[in-house]
């Protein structure tokens, strides 16, 4: 049976999200957070707010803790390990994967099981069906709590291996943030040339949207170690970025961003891979196990 009641430790704007929806699925929800007043709200909705970090676990078996990172919760249920036995802690806070198998070993040693989680959604996400959140630990806890978690986010289960859902999340991050700043980096290209960043949306935005074409391509090829220069080579792929680079400095503007693309594809380049894909990248950053 789904808990009707769950614990919500860490009320930042995706705690405060959290809680509020729980709260309106009809869950009694307790909350905890260093900033007591951040709680107010929730209070006046019907939270209960607990006035110990050791009545908030109390109150629980469910315990979700949407905190800005590990050190926060070791900050927090360290001085309060003796109240941790027999809950299930969700933990919402974004780290490495290291740090969530530590913190479920932590978790482990006091009596209490430790899920992982990595919300891919802002605030204003939380609640919908479709946006999703990896989930990783021991399957059992994730199954009997699942009906609670969906009221927050979709779910995606990754494995018992507490590091699986941090490791998926960061991959994406990975890939988000390296695009954002090119986004950002491009605009500012953009706007030394008088373009603003409303002119250029079509054509950012069709960039974008023919990325999981590319993805579709070239994943079988990756995944046989084939790197094929039937459609694209690193000298041209060099040679396109250089261009990018001579743009950018044209236009008075940072080339960090292009720079290091550029610095990656003549490397690889000196090893021998111009006639190769630039998806041959992935063998000078993790060459295959002979
Ligand atoms: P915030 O950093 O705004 O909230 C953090 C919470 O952590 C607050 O309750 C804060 O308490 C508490 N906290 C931080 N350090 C300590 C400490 N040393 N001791 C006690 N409490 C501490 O984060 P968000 O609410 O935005 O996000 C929470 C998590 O969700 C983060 O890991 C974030 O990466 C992740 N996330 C956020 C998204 C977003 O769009 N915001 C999207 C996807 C994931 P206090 O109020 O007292 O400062």
Redesign the pocket.
Known sequence: AAASSVTV?????????MAGVLLDSGRRVTVW????A?ADELVARGAERAATVEEALAANELVIL????Y??LY??LGPATGSLAGRVLVN????TPARAREAAEWAARHGAVHLTG??????S?IGSPESSTFYSGPEDAFEAHRPTLEILTGTDYRGADPGLAALF?QLQMDIFWTTMASYVHAVAVARRNGITAEEFLPYASSTAASVPGFLAFYTPRIDAGRYDGDVDNLAMGAASVEHIVHTTEDAGVDTTLPAAVLGLMRRAVEQGRAGESFTSLVEMFAPRAA
């Open positions: 430790i860490g009320l930042g704007p995706m705690g405060r999200a957070n260093r900033t007591a951040k949407s905190l800005t990172d050190d926060a900050a927090i919402l806070s974004s780290d990595g919300v891919q959604a802002p605030p996400g999340y």
